[in-house]
């Protein structure tokens, strides 16, 4: 891929560190093998669409467009894995978030019916799946969830059937892990946005929301109950994301024990604190530092419509851009960094968007 991008275009339109993630991205992507949504190029794809979005940049466009292209050239030529992390199911998340989002023009029908029969015939066959958003039940779910976003589930439309059907396989698969303690229930010791508890819980309200399958999720939640009543997080971050989770559920059923829960849990919040005190200054990505708990924040505030629970722009910013991170990014060679969505420079560069934006719109949800 060419390189020779003219970011000087856009230099009204975008901060000093924006202005630094795209230069870095740019000039690295050749570099980049890896093809997939939270550590290749389908992520970093998704950041260049939003930076020509807010800068109207061609040359942006011109970058997005050829990483799609290398994308799709790779999953038409080889045979990449199926998973959420690097695989199918999450190339196939990203196309249709880039299409709901009117970043491109297509039929996501008809372009992702091979990849969506890949994935059926595999999740047909996998016995042992784990709960994971890498490579388990949350990440299909995830990905399902999307290619649903916007249809009418009770159409009798045989691609809506078999959605439907991988759902059902999914939940009940969740419940078996739940029944024998496979979650990651308890909180991670440094903050994760993978964490299992909370995005389950978030993944089996937005079913619910759908009114489909409610028994099982409802049992799924009274065996999730006893673990969840006795969980006070220590991390302020873990117990902020926890809070996210149960309000997610409440939105949908009330349940009287969780919301004296969800009460005590946020008594305690001061999300200044969480800035000062339980971040340390080199975790700025999107799973596990200032840019994930940004988008918590905001998912939370956007259930809630509570002050408290929305960090202040220029305290998110100021972390971010004063980071000991990019020291770090720039003492380190090229292959030592992290460009992707989910743990590196794209993640990092999309929360900034979203902090610079007036009323904040991407990635609003999973």
Same mark, same amino acid.
């Given at each position: 891929?060419?390189?020779?991008?003219?970011?000087?275009?856009?230099?009204?339109?975008? *901060?000093?560190?924006?202005?630094?993630?795209?230069?870095?991205?740019?000039?690295?992507?050749?570099?980049?093998?890896?093809?997939?949504?939270?550590?290749?190029?389908?992520?970093?794809?998704?950041?260049?669409?939003?930076?020509?979005?807010?800068?109207?940049?061609?040359?942006?466009?011109?970058?997005?467009?050829?990483?799609?292209?290398?994308?799709?050239?790779?999953?038409?030529?080889?045979?990449?894995?199926?998973?959420?992390?690097?695989? !199918?199911?999450?190339?196939?998340?990203?196309?249709?978030?880039?299409?709901?989002?009117?970043?491109?023009?297509?039929?996501?029908?008809?372009?992702?019916?091979?990849?969506?029969?890949?994935?059926?015939?595999?999740?047909?066959?996998?016995?042992?799946?784990?709960?994971?958003?890498?490579?388990?039940?949350?990440?299909?779910?995830?990905?399902?969830? *999307?290619?649903?976003?916007?249809?009418?589930?009770?159409?009798?439309?045989?691609?809506?059937?078999?959605?439907?059907?991988?759902?059902? $396989?999914?939940?009940?698969?969740?419940?078996?892990?739940?029944?024998?303690?496979?979650?990651?229930?308890?909180?991670?010791?440094?903050?994760?946005?993978?964490?299992?508890?909370?995005?389950?819980?978030?993944?089996?309200?937005?079913?619910?929301?759908?009114?489909?399958?409610?028994?099982?999720?409802?049992?799924?939640?009274?065996?999730?109950?006893?673990?969840?009543?006795?969980?006070?997080?220590?991390?302020? *971050?873990? $117990?902020?994301?926890?809070?996210?989770? !149960?309000?997610?559920?409440?939105?949908?059923?009330?349940?009287?024990?969780?919301?004296?829960?969800?009460?005590?849990?946020?008594?305690?919040?001061?999300?200044?604190?969480?800035?000062?005190?339980?971040?340390?200054?080199?975790?700025?990505?999107?799973?596990?530092?200032?840019?994930?708990?940004?988008?918590?924040? $905001?998912?939370?505030?956007?259930?809630?419509?509570?002050?408290?629970?929305?960090?202040?722009?220029?305290?998110?910013?100021?972390?971010?851009?004063?980071?000991?991170?990019?020291?770090?990014?720039?003492?380190?060679?090229?292959?030592?960094?992290?460009?992707?969505?989910?743990?590196?420079?794209?993640?990092?560069?999309?929360?900034?968007?979203?902090? *610079?934006?007036?009323?904040?719109?991407?990635?609003?949800?999973?």
């Amino acid at each position: 891929m060419s390189h020779n991008i003219n970011i000087n275009n856009s230099t009204a339109a975008l *901060s000093g560190k924006d202005q630094e993630i795209a230069q870095l991205l740019v000039q690295n992507i050749p570099t980049i093998n890896n093809v997939g949504l939270l550590n290749g190029k389908m992520g970093i794809s998704i950041y260049f669409f939003h930076l020509v979005r807010k800068t109207e940049n061609s040359d942006y466009r011109e970058v997005a467009e050829q990483l799609i292209d290398e994308v799709y050239e790779e999953v038409s030529n080889k045979q990449p894995p199926v998973d959420f992390k690097n695989g !199918l199911a999450g190339i196939a998340w990203g196309l249709e978030y880039l299409v709901q989002n009117k970043f491109l023009e297509a039929d996501t029908d008809a372009v992702l019916s091979k990849v969506d029969e890949k994935i059926y015939q595999y999740l047909r066959s996998a016995e042992k799946l784990p709960i994971g958003i890498s490579k388990g039940v949350i990440g299909f779910l995830i990905y399902i969830l *999307s290619r649903l976003k916007g249809k009418n589930i009770d159409a009798e439309d045989p691609n809506i059937f078999i959605y439907k059907r991988l759902i059902i $396989r999914l939940v009940n698969r969740m419940g078996t892990l739940t029944e024998e303690r496979k979650l990651r229930l308890q909180e991670p010791l440094l903050f994760d946005l993978t964490w299992d508890l909370p995005l389950s819980l978030i993944l089996l309200a937005k079913i619910r929301s759908m009114n489909f399958y409610n028994s099982k999720i409802d049992r799924i939640l009274e065996c999730l109950s006893p673990v969840l009543l006795s969980l006070y997080p220590r991390s302020p *971050s873990n $117990r902020l994301y926890l809070l996210l989770g !149960l309000q997610s559920v409440l939105q949908q059923i009330h349940i009287e024990d969780w919301d004296r829960h969800f009460g005590l849990l946020k008594k305690d919040i001061f999300l200044p604190d969480i800035l000062r005190n339980d971040l340390t200054n080199k975790n700025i990505g999107l799973v596990n530092g200032a840019a994930g708990i940004s988008f918590i924040s $905001r998912q939370l505030f956007s259930l809630t419509n509570d002050e408290r629970l929305r960090f202040k722009r220029d305290d998110l910013i100021k972390k971010i851009n004063t980071s000991e991170y990019w020291q770090l990014v720039k003492e380190r060679e090229p292959e030592k960094i992290n460009f992707g969505l989910l743990s590196g420079l794209a993640g990092i560069g999309m929360e900034l968007l979203e902090l *610079s934006q007036k009323e904040p719109v991407s990635m609003r949800s999973v």
